[in-house]
């Protein structure tokens, strides 16, 4: 049925008779957008992810609402999955002073356990071939790419797409830069419930790093924070961290005090690289956090995530057709879109961290906020974009 559904919101056109058209690394949101767009194109893709659905993921699970309008055209429908609808967010310093403000363009709130599993459901819908297996080279040989799996062997493919995330051992094996650096961030996650607004997205500081709070689908609030390892590492375990350090914001410590952890244990994820990455490797060309990855306090990963995959695959689509002849030609219109899709979010979100993690700074930024509160929303624009159109 959603296959069918699918098929009648595209325009199909079969354009070559080849089984290796597409390979898409990873099936987080960027590759399962990619694989679905590429696919309702009548565009044969084979997509690998190395775990299985439904599976949770460190991630605030705030999504922007500038995604609507292109999910719309692939024929993805969020609402089933019942997320909450968010349009106000409150900002505290560490010491717990607090601005209010509207969300300019709005987003939803729904789990990634929930998301990505339905993404996939689509993606198969939409004949995908979805293959459960961990990518381990990729090599381009003259016209077309080898691909190495870990458990089935050895695949080509005319065009690769990396959407295998912030960082993999892919990247490892690729020799990527980025991936020989330390990065001192590590992320915690967990579900809870408790007494939290329906609309509100809050971004509470604390000594080192800030925590997220906002309500996903099913009444559960999502917890989310982001710390420098320096500032965690002199604690034993995370219940003393979130103790000590966490609760030390007032407001963290008053949700803490009601609310009850729905995990077992919370998810941690660490080595969160925020540098600067390359968009094509090799002639791979990358989407989502392997592009790169803005900071998670501007709430717009995802949506960036979402949109480098509609970008890729509207010049994709296009050289199928026919259209854009050479692969110099395709590299360099990605190039150039991405870019000018990006770039300035990018470096608003670098500055806005740099902010929000200086504790002076901080407080000064509360100040300007306090006083000027229509600006808010003017900042929180740069770090977000406009929804692109089909
Ligand atoms: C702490 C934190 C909080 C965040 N909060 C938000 C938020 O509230 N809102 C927001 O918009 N963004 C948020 N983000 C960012 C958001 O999570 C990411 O931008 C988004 O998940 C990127 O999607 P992706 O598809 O690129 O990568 P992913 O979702 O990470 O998907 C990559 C996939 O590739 C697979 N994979 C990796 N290597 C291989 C391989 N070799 N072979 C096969 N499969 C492989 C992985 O298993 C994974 O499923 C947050 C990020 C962090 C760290």
Request: hydrophobic share 40%; proline share 4%; charged share 15%.
């Amino acid at each position: 049925m959603i296959g069918i559904f699918l098929c009648l919101k595209f325009s199909i056109f079969i354009p070559m008779n080849r089984k290796d058209q597409v390979i898409v690394i990873g099936g987080g949101l960027a590759g399962l957008t990619s694989a679905i767009h590429l696919a309702g194109q009548g565009i044969y893709v084979q997509l690998f992810e190395k775990n299985t659905y439904p599976t949770h993921k460190v991630c605030g699970e705030y999504i922007s609402n500038e995604i609507l309008p292109y999910w719309n055209t692939l024929g993805i429908d969020v609402n089933i999955l019942h997320p909450t609808q968010l349009d106000e967010v409150q900002i505290s310093t560490k010491k717990g002073n607090i601005l209010h403000s509207t969300l300019p363009l709005g987003g939803f709130g729904v789990s990634r356990y929930s998301l990505d599993h339905h993404l996939y459901e689509l993606a198969k819908a939409s004949g995908v071939v979805i293959i459960q297996d961990q990518v381990l080279d990729v090599r381009f040989d003259t016209n077309k790419f080898l691909v190495t799996t870990k458990s089935n062997g050895l695949f080509n493919a005319a065009y690769v797409i990396g959407a295998h995330g912030k960082r993999s051992g892919l990247d490892k094996t690729l020799g990527r830069p980025f991936i020989q650096r330390k990065s001192p961030w590590l992320a915690v996650k967990a579900h809870y419930s408790g007494i939290f607004p329906d609309n509100l997205v809050a971004l509470h500081n604390f000594e080192g790093g800030y925590c997220g709070i906002s309500k996903i689908e099913d009444d559960k609030i999502n917890v989310c924070y982001l710390v420098n390892f320096e500032s965690f590492k002199k604690y034993q375990n995370l219940n003393d961290f979130q103790d000590q350090v966490l609760c030390a914001n007032p407001h963290i410590r008053e949700f803490f005090e009601q609310a009850h952890c729905l995990f077992d244990q919370p998810l941690s994820i660490s080595q969160i690289s925020f540098d600067r990455k390359s968009l094509l490797h090799n002639h791979i060309f990358l989407v989502g956090d392997a592009a790169g990855m803005i900071h998670p306090l501007c709430g717009n990963g995802m949506a960036m995530a979402i949109q480098s995959a509609q970008l890729l695959c509207q010049i994709l689509v296009n050289s199928f057709k026919g259209e854009t002849q050479t692969s110099e030609a395709i590299e360099s219109a990605y190039k150039k879109a991405w870019k000018h899709q990006f770039s300035k979010r990018l470096a608003a979100g670098r500055i806005l961290q740099s902010i929000v993690l200086n504790p002076y700074l901080q407080e000064f930024g509360y100040a300007i906020g306090a006083s000027f509160p229509a600006t808010i929303p003017g900042i929180i624009k740069q770090t977000h974009g406009k929804a692109i159109l089909c």
